[in-house]
């Protein structure tokens, strides 16, 4: 098809050789990723010892931390893939930096939080942030989208 514009994931046009046609990025300031967006998770059974031994060199605790974080938020909020909630954790000298937002389908109204503390709170660091929307009108905001959706 034709476009006048497209985003995509710079990642995946990069595996492709595309870097060249990468014209901006779209810093995380700008816009907040989906919550988990860029991890990869692998399942397997739990009585499979062998396939989760061969696994275990593919475990990244800073990345699961971060997942985890970002999940925390989604659970809190009783989120789903159609509301409007973003979350995006990062690690840097062991210290935990947590954003979250959560907004109107029509802009009207952007609920944002952040927080660091050190990784070993990640729970607190979370919690936080969930206070923090809480006291914005987060959970009103997500009842509300809900109620329109149905």
């Known amino acids: 098809g034709q476009y006048d514009a497209i985003i995509l994931a710079s990642a995946g046009l990069k595996r492709l050789g595309f870097v060249d046609r990468i014209r901006s990025y779209i810093d995380i300031d700008r816009s907040l990723p989906a919550i988990g967006q860029g991890a990869i998770g692998i399942e397997c059974r739990d009585d499979d010892s062998g396939t989760r031994e061969v696994l275990t060199c593919l475990h990244d605790q800073a990345t699961a931390v971060c997942v985890q ?51 070993g709170e990640a729970s607190k660091v979370c919690t936080q942030v969930i206070e923090q929307l809480s006291a914005n009108g987060a959970l009103e905001l997500v009842a509300s989208l809900r109620e329109a959706a149905s």
């Open 69 to 119: 974080s970002e999940r925390q938020i989604s659970t809190a909020l009783s989120a789903s893939c159609h509301l409007p909630i973003a979350a995006h954790a990062t690690q840097a000298d062991n210290t935990l930096e947590l954003r979250a937002l959560v907004g109107h389908p029509s802009g009207k109204q952007i609920l944002r939080a952040e927080q660091r503390g050190p990784v």
